[in-house]
């Protein structure tokens, strides 16, 4: 085998390596991500789909957006704060999405 060949080999298994450890840390970030979204909409009990919908891409924070994300609750009750509870999701989704924004799968950005 020539040093020319075996070099080539080399950088081949080289950059072969690099894209499976690439894919798994993708795949472990991907995984991450699912878990952690999962105990915020449980802990929040805040609706599944929705908010998937309302992390896509960028978090808005305006209009009625975080209010679809949100378990319905009436706004006049005295016992439910819907604007505190709407504030509160709206800081632990930033968290989140600030966590895990730019890395793993779906694209680059989630």
């Not at 072969?16 to 999962?38: C, F, M, N, P, V």
């Not at 975080?66 to 504030?87: I, M």
Request: charged residues 25%.
């Amino acid at each position: 085998m020539t040093p020319g060949v075996k070099e080539q080999q080399r950088a081949e298994l080289h950059k072969t390596i690099w894209q499976i450890a690439s894919d798994l840390r993708g795949s472990y970030i991907a995984t991450q991500r699912e878990k952690e979204l999962a105990k915020i909409i449980s802990a929040e009990n805040l609706k599944s789909e929705e908010t998937g919908r309302f992390l896509d891409g960028a978090l808005c924070t305006t209009g009625t957006a975080t209010t679809k994300v949100l378990p319905a609750v009436s706004r006049f009750s005295k016992d439910k704060n819907h604007s505190a509870q709407k504030q509160y999701v709206i800081e632990k989704l930033g968290v989140f999405f600030e966590l895990f924004f730019g890395l793993g799968s779906h694209g680059d950005n989630r």
